[in-house]
């Protein structure tokens, strides 16, 4: 007897993606795509309506993001395979998707087969990371645990640290108002929360850590960049 294809809600605000997904999904045969969504909110509608298998989901999205989602969606349906497909770094986000409750994280720059490989594995009850990350993931959250420490950047909101990330990337106020469909006032609300929390003394060494941060993906670095 056939086995049924697992059924997949797929979240991304970019609908080349999205039809880039839907062929990855539909093509592996083990999965379906039930439905579509491009923000946070159609995205809980969807699966109050359609309860799928599994849930696809990016981080950067118009209003609320990705790790906020995964964290609603949880409230709602617990046991609820969540995957992150995201152009963001593992460095810098996976750790923090893993603790919002995703099963798994995966880059969108990945093979067709790696993101094939990443739903089976979650869609078996299993943590999905990638070889070349899992080790250090696994070890920063041990020395964490064992530490009583954890990242400096923990005590940043999800917005936040996506703003300090585009920071690092080396975008203006108006650059990640634009990127993150954002007001300028709003980004240089994050901004300030950002220098206040991680006791930075000016802008200009915040944005120097910030870019440290992004191309080391060591969140270690800000000890160092507030000296």
């Given at each position: 007897?056939?086995?049924?294809?697992k059924?997949?809600?797929?979240?991304?605000d970019?609908?080349?993606f999205?039809?880039?997904?839907?062929?990855i999904?539909?093509?592996?045969?083990?999965f379906e795509?039930?439905?579509?969504?491009?923000?946070?909110?159609?995205?809980?509608?969807?699966?109050?309506?359609l309860?799928?298998d599994?849930?696809?989901?990016?981080?950067?999205?118009?209003?609320?993001?990705?790790i906020?989602l995964?964290?609603?969606i949880?409230?709602e349906?617990?046991a609820?395979?969540?995957?992150?497909?995201?152009?963001h770094?593992?460095a810098?986000?996976?750790?923090?998707?893993?603790?919002?409750?995703a099963?798994?994280?995966?880059?969108?720059?990945?093979?067709?087969?790696?993101?094939a490989?990443?739903?089976?594995?979650?869609?078996d009850?299993?943590?999905?990371?990638s070889?070349?990350?899992?080790?250090r993931?696994?070890?920063?959250?041990?020395t964490?645990?064992h530490e009583?420490?954890?990242?400096?950047?923990?005590?940043?909101?999800?917005?936040e640290?996506?703003?300090?990330?585009?920071?690092g990337?080396?975008?203006?106020?108006?650059?990640?108002?634009?990127?993150?469909?954002?007001?300028?006032?709003?980004v240089e609300?994050?901004?300030?929360?950002?220098?206040e929390?991680?006791?930075?003394?000016?802008?200009?060494?915040?944005?120097?850590?910030?870019?440290?941060?992004?191309?080391?993906g060591?969140?270690?670095?800000?000890?160092?960049?507030r000296?």
């Amino acid at each position: 007897m056939p086995t049924v294809p697992k059924r997949v809600l797929l979240v991304d605000d970019h609908p080349t993606f999205r039809q880039g997904l839907h062929f990855i999904v539909s093509k592996s045969g083990e999965f379906e795509v039930c439905g579509e969504a491009d923000n946070v909110s159609a995205a809980i509608l969807q699966c109050r309506l359609l309860k799928p298998d599994m849930v696809l989901v990016d981080i950067s999205m118009p209003g609320l993001n990705g790790i906020e989602l995964i964290k609603m969606i949880l409230a709602e349906m617990p046991a609820m395979p969540i995957l992150v497909v995201s152009m963001h770094e593992e460095a810098l986000y996976a750790l923090r998707a893993l603790k919002a409750g995703a099963k798994g994280y995966v880059m969108k720059t990945e093979t067709m087969s790696s993101i094939a490989s990443a739903m089976r594995c979650i869609a078996d009850g299993k943590i999905y990371v990638s070889p070349t990350f899992g080790e250090r993931l696994i070890f920063k959250a041990i020395t964490a645990i064992h530490e009583g420490m954890g990242s400096p950047m923990d005590v940043l909101s999800d917005r936040e640290l996506e703003v300090l990330e585009k920071l690092g990337k080396g975008l203006n106020t108006r650059e990640i108002a634009d990127n993150l469909r954002l007001s300028p006032k709003t980004v240089e609300t994050h901004r300030a929360h950002i220098k206040e929390k991680l006791k930075f003394k000016d802008a200009t060494t915040m944005v120097r850590f910030a870019v440290d941060w992004v191309t080391s993906g060591q969140s270690d670095a800000a000890a160092s960049a507030r000296s």
